[in-house]
């Protein structure tokens, strides 16, 4: 099971006025191949699957508590993207064409599909697909897939990081940096566990320094590039066996924390009436919240 906390991972600037473009290159980001989508699907998969839960409990715990994690950065792109979408267009009659910067937008799916708001797809609106899943049920070949994967991500995160300046999307992309470069080192690490081969060698693949994206350094400060989470349970306290000794890149020491991170409050998004978003006027509130509260 799966428990749920009404907060995203860290804060997100809310901008007086987003970036459609921007955010469609974000897409990439949520349902890209090498996308968050694919992270979470992966391990979250490798997790229900895994064979030898007990025997092999370290590496078991590792998989499934990153995919709790991914939960997170999925949740957090979506956002990212929904805030991208602020003040775009312009609540008017309809006549007056007030979605018609959609017309130009580079991902029109934006405003015909979504109401302006993520899309379970990649930067060019194919949907998400399941073929990106890899879960052969062989220990060592998924935890090298997933190596691989989290280097893949991180390539497209620095690439769309280049493509905007938009201060919303920056941030987002600097946590997601620091977090994944922990992810390529945690599954570095179980590899070695598993082989005795140190993958690690191999980096940069590309380099994990994060010090030159302005928007990586808070979270580096924070000390998010050394740590790995439980998620607040018992069960997956064995990650320690792996996630040990010093951060090959920093040097610094490796920490479990026996939990989640605190995270911060999830936007709440203004309505559009333009889109027929949440489609609920002012009569139909009051309607709605006498319904709810008749028999309290």
Same mark, same amino acid.
């Given at each position: 099971?799966?428990?749920?906390?009404?907060?995203? @991972? &860290?804060? *997100?600037?809310?901008?007086?006025?987003?970036?459609?473009?921007?955010?469609?290159?974000?897409?990439? *980001?949520?349902?890209?191949?090498?996308?968050?989508?694919?992270?979470?699907?992966?391990?979250? +998969?490798?997790?229900?699957?895994?064979?030898?839960?007990?025997?092999?409990? $370290? +590496? #078991?715990? @590792?998989?499934?508590?990153?995919?709790?994690?991914?939960?997170?950065?999925?949740?957090?792109?979506?956002?990212?993207?929904?805030?991208?979408?602020?003040?775009?267009?312009?609540? %008017?009659?309809?006549?007056?064409?007030?979605?018609?910067?959609?017309?130009?937008?580079?991902?029109?799916?934006?405003?015909?599909?979504?109401?302006?708001?993520?899309?379970?797809?990649?930067?060019?609106?194919? $949907?998400?697909?399941?073929?990106?899943?890899?879960?052969?049920?062989?220990?060592?070949?998924?935890?090298?897939?997933?190596? @691989?994967?989290?280097?893949?991500?991180? %390539?497209?995160?620095?690439?769309?990081?280049?493509?905007?300046?938009?201060?919303?999307?920056?941030?987002?992309?600097?946590?997601?940096?620091?977090?994944?470069?922990?992810? &390529? &080192?945690? #599954?570095?690490?179980?590899?070695?566990?598993?082989?005795?081969?140190?993958?690690?060698?191999?980096?940069?693949? $590309?380099?994990?320094?994060?010090?030159?994206?302005?928007?990586?350094?808070? +979270?580096?400060?924070?000390?998010? #590039?050394? =740590?790995?989470?439980?998620?607040?349970?018992?069960?997956?306290?064995?990650?320690?066996? &792996?996630?040990?000794?010093?951060?090959?890149?920093?040097?610094?020491?490796?920490? =479990?924390?026996?939990?989640?991170?605190?995270g911060a409050p999830v936007p709440d998004f203004p309505e559009l009436p333009e889109e027929f978003a949440p489609g609920i006027d002012r009569d139909d509130y009051l309607r709605i919240l006498k319904r709810?509260?008749?028999? @309290?």
């Amino acid at each position: 099971m799966f428990k749920r906390v009404n907060k995203i @991972l &860290i804060d *997100l600037p809310i901008p007086d006025h987003g970036d459609m473009n921007a955010a469609a290159a974000v897409q990439e *980001l949520l349902g890209g191949k090498f996308g968050e989508m694919s992270t979470l699907n992966n391990y979250m +998969f490798q997790s229900f699957n895994f064979r030898g839960k007990k025997k092999l409990k $370290p +590496f #078991y715990d @590792l998989v499934a508590s990153i995919t709790a994690e991914e939960f997170g950065h999925v949740e957090l792109v979506a956002n990212t993207i929904n805030l991208l979408s602020i003040g775009n267009t312009v609540p %008017t009659g309809p006549d007056t064409a007030p979605l018609q910067n959609g017309k130009d937008a580079r991902y029109s799916l934006h405003f015909t599909t979504t109401a302006q708001a993520a899309y379970p797809g990649d930067s060019m609106g194919r $949907p998400w697909t399941g073929e990106y899943v890899t879960n052969s049920g062989n220990l060592v070949a998924d935890l090298l897939f997933n190596y @691989l994967l989290e280097i893949g991500a991180r %390539t497209h995160k620095m690439r769309v990081y280049e493509m905007t300046t938009h201060p919303t999307a920056l941030t987002m992309i600097g946590y997601l940096l620091v977090r994944g470069g922990t992810h &390529i &080192i945690a #599954y570095a690490k179980a590899i070695e566990m598993a082989t005795g081969v140190d993958v690690g060698k191999m980096l940069p693949v $590309p380099s994990l320094d994060n010090n030159k994206f302005d928007y990586a350094r808070p +979270f580096m400060e924070q000390g998010l #590039y050394n =740590v790995l989470y439980t998620w607040g349970e018992e069960d997956y306290r064995d990650i320690n066996q &792996i996630w040990k000794g010093k951060n090959p890149e920093t040097g610094e020491q490796l920490r =479990v924390i026996h939990g989640m991170p605190e995270g911060a409050p999830v936007p709440d998004f203004p309505e559009l009436p333009e889109e027929f978003a949440p489609g609920i006027d002012r009569d139909d509130y009051l309607r709605i919240l006498k319904r709810l509260q008749s028999n @309290l």
